[in-house]
């Protein structure tokens, strides 16, 4: 396995030098927090999740560049003040994706999972005190978003309490984890714990080897199987593992995560059409979503999940890495889109998206062998 590590970190190096070349020309002065940094296409600084992204990826650089690094460290400080002060009141991290001018930014725990492990890895290694302050705030929102009566449930967003998304439990528990390993807090232990053992319960519930997207709260099947967001689960799952005390659950829950990456992996061989593994019209085809490498990654004492985050780190260092660059990263015009809303995505993000699961993957590799 040093091996396969050895070359995964050598490719993550070169693939995060040439996203944090293209963040630093983002980057701007800010006399509030020392730095900031833009998303053009969006028409305004970027948001606070992929400001954290694109924070921890130029943090991850110090790791492996030669030379100085206190300019980059500080650039990365800055940036987690800047997205802190983008945080709302209420703790949410806001989306600012095609949405009407002064409708208000959507609120959905996926932001706050998503940028969970950039706080951490951030706090941690990087010293940036703010980081511990917006999981913390963080944590708070989730605690508000708790279904009141069933344990490890979280409303994926607080206009969405009629069904229980999956993968937003997941994106729940990792970020509660993560705010238990910063502060020893055991409630935020208990609390990630307690979305381990849901999810333990309801997987294949309704089909064998599978979490739906979302069920009602009476178990029926809301939106059906998926594998970029069963992926998900399993990648953020392991950062619930990860600080689990309870061996039992924590045996039990890597037993699931095992069988969970085993559907994966079925459905990768059988190179099976988005129609028959993807019930949720957003989604793209295994090789092009970075939750299904991240969940390979973190999945990697499997041999055939090695196998895969190979093939797909190749690919997307071929595109990367030849002649498209970060051009690669510019989604395709939508002419179903509604012209009077922001951007349904943005370059920045879609780089920012990349950057920092490969700086989870790197990390993880860096802190956990």
């Not at 706090?123 to 989730?142: E, H, M, P, S, V």
């Not at 309870?246 to 995560?257: P, T």
Request: contains cysteine.
């Amino acid at each position: 396995m040093k091996d396969w590590q050895d070359e995964m970190k050598q490719k993550f190096e070169v693939l995060l030098d040439v996203f944090n070349q293209y963040f630093l020309t983002q980057v701007v002065e800010s006399g509030e927090t020392g730095f900031d940094i833009k998303d053009e296409m969006l028409g305004s600084m970027a948001s606070s999740c992929t400001t954290l992204e694109a924070a921890l990826s130029l943090f991850t650089g110090t790791l492996f560049a030669d030379g100085s690094h206190d300019n980059t460290l500080s650039i990365a400080q800055g940036l987690v003040e800047s997205a802190g002060l983008r945080q709302h009141a209420d703790g949410a991290l806001g989306q600012p994706f095609y949405i009407l001018p002064g409708s208000g930014e959507t609120k959905d725990i996926a932001e706050i999972g998503a940028a969970a492990d950039a706080l951490y890895f951030l706090y941690r290694y990087g010293k940036a005190a703010a980081a511990k302050d917006i999981l913390l705030k963080a944590a708070g929102f989730l605690e508000k978003m708790s279904h009141p009566e069933v344990k490890g449930v979280y409303y994926k967003r607080p206009d969405a309490t009629h069904h229980d998304v999956l993968n937003g439990d997941a994106y729940a528990g990792a970020a509660l984890m993560r705010a238990y390993q910063i502060t020893g807090e055991k409630k935020y232990h208990d609390w990630a714990s307690e979305v381990a053992a849901h999810l333990i319960r309801r997987f294949g519930a309704h089909q064998e080897g599978w979490w739906p997207y979302a069920e009602y709260f009476d178990g029926r099947v809301d939106v059906g199987n998926s594998l970029g967001y069963q992926a998900t689960v399993i990648a953020f799952g392991h950062d619930i593992l990860d600080g689990m005390e309870d061996q039992g659950l924590k045996s039990e829950f890597a037993g699931v995560l095992d069988q969970a990456m085993l559907k994966v992996i079925e459905c990768i061989e059988a190179d099976l059409s988005l129609r028959e593994v993807e019930s949720v019209w957003w989604a793209s085809p295994w090789n092009k979503s970075a939750e299904v490498f991240l969940a390979l990654v973190k999945q990697r004492h499997q041999e055939k999940a090695r196998k895969y985050a190979a093939v797909q780190l190749n690919e997307i260092s071929q595109n990367v890495l030849g002649q498209e660059g970060i051009s690669y990263f510019i989604p395709p015009k939508r002419d179903e889109a509604d012209p009077n809303r922001t951007p349904v995505t943005t370059t920045f993000r879609k780089v920012a998206t990349m950057a920092g699961i490969i700086s989870y993957a790197y990390m993880d590799l860096w802190e956990r062998g």
